[in-house]
């Protein structure tokens, strides 16, 4: 039997404007803080129109009903992305993709298993869309922390390293999967993690498992850790 473990939150897509609001507030005050550019914490106080494309994910405190984490997942199924042009795209070029982005969580003692289960709840999207990959550009911390849950650096420019001028300083890191590759990935960077990502059901995370991830997961189990090796590396 699946294990169940209930969260001190949910995780769903954002369907009001009180939704809107407040995830634009928190992802503001996320950006203002990590030393982006003058002006693009500013511009993320409104939705835009590529947020009307995507799904807009949220983590509602179950305590108060506040909005304690957002995450974009931009579909290249659905049309344009705002994946940044400078990405280097040796690996999926041609290839359906789903790119998270406007990642934001609250700070406090609930940050960290906020952002693993918005990042769970992506997995989801990713596979629904029915798309080849899941794709991002980060700055180093958070680059480091989706390399933790299956994605790896990326090939191209400098190991997977690009500027986009107009938004920070430090250089981005390109990170990315195949979706299969993903649960394989996850047990050979963190095995700490496999229980949440791969053993267990979520309730509070809105957004139903895939069959076709359980399949994968199944099949990750299976591997010799030679072969999940090879499928990280």
């Known amino acids: 039997m699946t294990p ?3 969260l001190p939150f949910i ?3 954002a369907n009001s404007d009180e939704d809107f609001a407040a995830l634009c507030d928190l992802r503001a005050a996320a950006y203002a803080r990590h030393d982006y550019l003058p002006g693009v914490a500013d511009r993320l ?9 995507s799904t807009l994910l949220v983590a509602e405190s179950k305590a108060d009903g506040a909005i304690v984490g957002t995450i974009r997942v931009n579909s290249s199924l659905r049309g344009t992305t705002p994946i940044p042009p400078q990405m280097p795209n040796v690996e999926f070029e041609g290839d359906s993709f789903t790119y998270v982005d406007r990642f934001a969580a609250q700070q406090g003692p609930l940050a960290d298993i906020v952002a693993l289960a918005l990042i769970k709840a992506q997995w989801f999207c990713a596979y629904h869309e029915g798309v080849d990959w899941i794709l991002a550009a980060a700055l180093p911390a958070l680059a480091r922390r989706y390399r933790t849950v299956g994605l790896r650096t990326l090939a191209g420019a400098e190991r997977g390293r690009f500027h986009i001028p107009h ?3 430090k250089a981005y890191e390109a990170v990315g999967e195949r979706l ?3 649960p394989g990935n996850l047990r050979r960077a963190a095995p700490f993690l496999v229980p949440f990502f791969l053993d267990k059901d979520h309730p509070d995370i809105l957004i139903d498992k ?3 991830l359980s399949e994968h997961i199944a099949a990750s189990a299976l591997q010799p850790a030679t072969q999940r090796d090879s499928v990280a590396a």
């Not at 106080?45 to 494309?53: A, H, M, N, P, W």
């Open 4 to 6: 169940i473990e209930l």
């Open 45 to 53: 106080l409104e939705i835009d129109e590529t947020d009307l494309r």
């Open 167 to 169: 938004l920070h300083s």
């Open 180 to 182: 299969a590759g993903m």
């Open 11 to 13: 995780v769903r897509p």
């Open 210 to 212: 895939p069959a076709l």
